[in-house]
């Protein structure tokens, strides 16, 4: 794992690298290198499985981090890539060319986060929601709870009754009087 | 026969059909979102020539939550009982990432008998879909009488797991430091009798299902995954393994107890619908032979929990991790990212269906026939809970 490292530290300018497990490291490259890292750790180091695309909403420094794992089957080892986009333009350049289902994350992370990957296939069309005119719900400036309290009807909920008072008033409804 | 592809479709610069509905060549028709094909709710955007199908489209949403949204205003432990809805027929998946996920980013070590418990309960699950999953492809045609049976024998799984856990489908038995109990009196002997009626079961369906005539002529060179899209479509567990690739997490990242078991999975070639129900077969046998291992293996004595803060106050250390799995349906991961705050900053499910489901599922459905398709689906196990979250 080292040997990569050192590798591709020179050629991308990769910091912050996290040893979190025996075969699991977390790096962080900048957003014009990224695609470039991962087409080279996919052709030249064996990384061939894409594992997952996400994104983190850090709100406060006005960021999203995109996560981009990958593993790499024979040497048994996941790299995460994790690089910083700002989130008033939420643009990344799109990695479709290199495994088919990244389209599917890029598609979900336009619907969920609004970050763009322009001539990413279908990457404007719905994916999870129907007819979702407010602003992106995994956004963490998206309230859950406001959307629900304006969105759907209000229900009492659920009563809840001493039991002995209760059966008292039903069997002996005079009794008070 | 091969179809005649020189006509239809045509196809645009980028090898995508030019389907014109109002020429009357093509039909467009919705499958879903009940589904004989799914154990939940999806639906398929046909576009049909004659009854072969040109192009299909992928649509979910119709059990989309929020969970991954509204784990972010949970305390660690309250996600719990939110994580594992995230694929209700194996909600064991579910849980164990969670509390791998915690422990990994907290260091805690975890006692040797919540080991053994654990990886009980991962087997049990995977028993308990195996069960639905590999006479369930049969039903798909029509041959509904091992599907019955197989609904009884996991029946009598989730009776395990009610002594076990005190839930059916739901379980919430492992928790961050361990588990939540330990093996009730009799457990092992109750267990070995169903595992007797498994056994039984799996030698009967050879002969109710894998040598019955129709279902190799429906299954058989159908639904075919070629090797050169494991890679490029993600492809994992049984799929990948029935394409000859010898993928399992249990042997390729051992975890739990997974090391100290015997067993190997079985590769194939042939990459059809009846070879990735060959493939599970072999995984039903396979639990079996695990599930009498680790009872056999499992401690009398020992702790099943680890020490660890009051779950109402735990503020875990920031940072983040990946933690998987290997499902019935192939690698589960959990993604998660921690701010060192009481409340996880984010948590990312990757289930298989996610990738079977979708690019992979609209690829080969193209030039299928409809009458498949409900097949074909079955046999890449789809969950749609774990692809909208």
């Given at each position: 794992m080292d040997n990569i490292f050192d590798d591709i530290q020179k050629r991308f300018?990769?910091?912050?690298?996290?040893?979190?497990d025996k075969n699991l490291n977390f790096l962080t490259c900048k957003k014009e290198l990224t695609v470039s890292l991962i087409t080279h750790l996919k052709n030249i180091e064996g990384f061939s499985h894409f594992v997952l695309l996400t994104a983190v909403d850090w709100i406060e420094d006005e960021k999203f981090q995109l996560t981009y794992i990958l593993n790499n089957p024979d040497k048994r080892i996941d790299i995460g890539i994790r690089t910083y986009i700002d989130r008033g333009t939420a643009t990344m350049d799109t990695a479709h060319h290199l495994w088919e289902h990244v389209a599917t994350y890029q598609r979900e992370l336009k619907e969920m986060f609004g970050i763009d990957f322009p001539g990413s296939p279908r990457v404007d069309e719905q994916f999870i929601l129907e007819g979702w005119d407010d602003i992106p719900p995994y956004r963490r400036d998206f309230d859950t709870l406001k959307y629900a309290e304006e969105t759907f009807f209000p229900r009492e909920g659920r009563k809840s009754n001493d039991p002995a008072e209760y059966m008292k008033k039903k069997l002996y409804p005079d009794e008070e009087k | 026969m091969q179809a005649d592809r020189s006509k239809y479709p045509e196809l645009d610069k980028n090898g995508n059909p030019i389907v014109d509905l109002s020429s009357q060549k093509y039909t467009k028709i919705w499958q879903g979102p009940?589904?004989?094909?799914?154990t939940g709710n999806m639906s398929l955007e046909l576009t049909l020539s004659g009854d072969e199908i040109v192009e299909a489209k992928t649509h979910v949403?119709?059990?989309?939550?929020g969970f991954e949204k509204l784990m972010e205003r949970r305390l660690y432990i309250q996600c719990f009982p939110t994580c594992i809805r995230m694929c209700v027929p194996e909600a064991d998946s579910n849980e164990y990432v969670l509390a791998a996920s915690i422990e990994n980013l907290t260091d805690i070590e975890i006692p040797e008998k919540a080991l053994w418990l654990r990886t009980l309960v991962l087997e049990m699950a995977r028993l308990q879909v195996l069960l639905r999953t590999v006479p369930g492809q049969a039903s798909t045609l029509s041959l509904g009488l091992g599907g019955q049976w197989g609904m009884y024998l996991r029946d009598l799984i989730l009776d395990r797991f009610e002594e076990l856990t005190?839930?059916?489908?739901?379980?919430?038995?492992?928790i961050p430091g361990g588990v939540r109990g330990h093996l009730p009196d009799g457990f092992k002997e109750r267990m070995e009798e169903n595992l007797k009626g498994i056994e039984e079961f799996v030698g009967k369906i050879e002969n109710?299902?894998?040598?019955?005539s129709i279902f190799k002529k429906r299954t058989v060179g159908v639904g075919v995954i070629d090797p050169s899209w494991v890679s490029k479509y993600g492809i994992v567990g049984p799929n990948a393994r029935a394409a000859g690739f010898n993928r399992d997490v249990r042997k390729d990242y051992p975890y739990l107890k997974y090391k100290e078991l015997d067993f190997e999975p079985l590769v194939a070639t042939d990459s059809d619908i009846y070879t990735r129900n060959v493939i599970r077969k072999h995984d039903l046998i396979t639990t079996v032979d695990l599930i009498r291992q680790i009872l056999a293996k499992i401690?009398?004595?020992?702790?099943?929990r680890a020490t660890t803060p009051n779950v109402l106050h735990w503020e875990i250390p920031k940072g983040e991790t990946y933690q998987r799995s290997e499902s019935s349906r192939g690698e589960y991961g959990m993604y998660m990212v921690s701010d060192g705050s009481k409340y996880p900053r984010r948590i990312n499910l990757r289930g298989p269906s996610y990738t079977h489901a979708v690019s992979l599922l609209e690829k080969m459905l193209i030039n299928a026939n409809i009458a498949d398709v409900h097949s074909i689906m079955v046999s890449l196990q789809t969950c749609p809970p774990e692809i909208e979250r």
């Amino acid at each position: 794992m080292d040997n990569i490292f050192d590798d591709i530290q020179k050629r991308f300018e990769i910091t912050d690298i996290v040893k979190q497990d025996k075969n699991l490291n977390f790096l962080t490259c900048k957003k014009e290198l990224t695609v470039s890292l991962i087409t080279h750790l996919k052709n030249i180091e064996g990384f061939s499985h894409f594992v997952l695309l996400t994104a983190v909403d850090w709100i406060e420094d006005e960021k999203f981090q995109l996560t981009y794992i990958l593993n790499n089957p024979d040497k048994r080892i996941d790299i995460g890539i994790r690089t910083y986009i700002d989130r008033g333009t939420a643009t990344m350049d799109t990695a479709h060319h290199l495994w088919e289902h990244v389209a599917t994350y890029q598609r979900e992370l336009k619907e969920m986060f609004g970050i763009d990957f322009p001539g990413s296939p279908r990457v404007d069309e719905q994916f999870i929601l129907e007819g979702w005119d407010d602003i992106p719900p995994y956004r963490r400036d998206f309230d859950t709870l406001k959307y629900a309290e304006e969105t759907f009807f209000p229900r009492e909920g659920r009563k809840s009754n001493d039991p002995a008072e209760y059966m008292k008033k039903k069997l002996y409804p005079d009794e008070e009087k | 026969m091969q179809a005649d592809r020189s006509k239809y479709p045509e196809l645009d610069k980028n090898g995508n059909p030019i389907v014109d509905l109002s020429s009357q060549k093509y039909t467009k028709i919705w499958q879903g979102p009940n589904h004989p094909g799914v154990t939940g709710n999806m639906s398929l955007e046909l576009t049909l020539s004659g009854d072969e199908i040109v192009e299909a489209k992928t649509h979910v949403g119709y059990l989309h939550r929020g969970f991954e949204k509204l784990m972010e205003r949970r305390l660690y432990i309250q996600c719990f009982p939110t994580c594992i809805r995230m694929c209700v027929p194996e909600a064991d998946s579910n849980e164990y990432v969670l509390a791998a996920s915690i422990e990994n980013l907290t260091d805690i070590e975890i006692p040797e008998k919540a080991l053994w418990l654990r990886t009980l309960v991962l087997e049990m699950a995977r028993l308990q879909v195996l069960l639905r999953t590999v006479p369930g492809q049969a039903s798909t045609l029509s041959l509904g009488l091992g599907g019955q049976w197989g609904m009884y024998l996991r029946d009598l799984i989730l009776d395990r797991f009610e002594e076990l856990t005190g839930g059916r489908i739901y379980h919430m038995f492992i928790i961050p430091g361990g588990v939540r109990g330990h093996l009730p009196d009799g457990f092992k002997e109750r267990m070995e009798e169903n595992l007797k009626g498994i056994e039984e079961f799996v030698g009967k369906i050879e002969n109710l299902i894998f040598n019955n005539s129709i279902f190799k002529k429906r299954t058989v060179g159908v639904g075919v995954i070629d090797p050169s899209w494991v890679s490029k479509y993600g492809i994992v567990g049984p799929n990948a393994r029935a394409a000859g690739f010898n993928r399992d997490v249990r042997k390729d990242y051992p975890y739990l107890k997974y090391k100290e078991l015997d067993f190997e999975p079985l590769v194939a070639t042939d990459s059809d619908i009846y070879t990735r129900n060959v493939i599970r077969k072999h995984d039903l046998i396979t639990t079996v032979d695990l599930i009498r291992q680790i009872l056999a293996k499992i401690p009398e004595k020992g702790d099943i929990r680890a020490t660890t803060p009051n779950v109402l106050h735990w503020e875990i250390p920031k940072g983040e991790t990946y933690q998987r799995s290997e499902s019935s349906r192939g690698e589960y991961g959990m993604y998660m990212v921690s701010d060192g705050s009481k409340y996880p900053r984010r948590i990312n499910l990757r289930g298989p269906s996610y990738t079977h489901a979708v690019s992979l599922l609209e690829k080969m459905l193209i030039n299928a026939n409809i009458a498949d398709v409900h097949s074909i689906m079955v046999s890449l196990q789809t969950c749609p809970p774990e692809i909208e979250r």
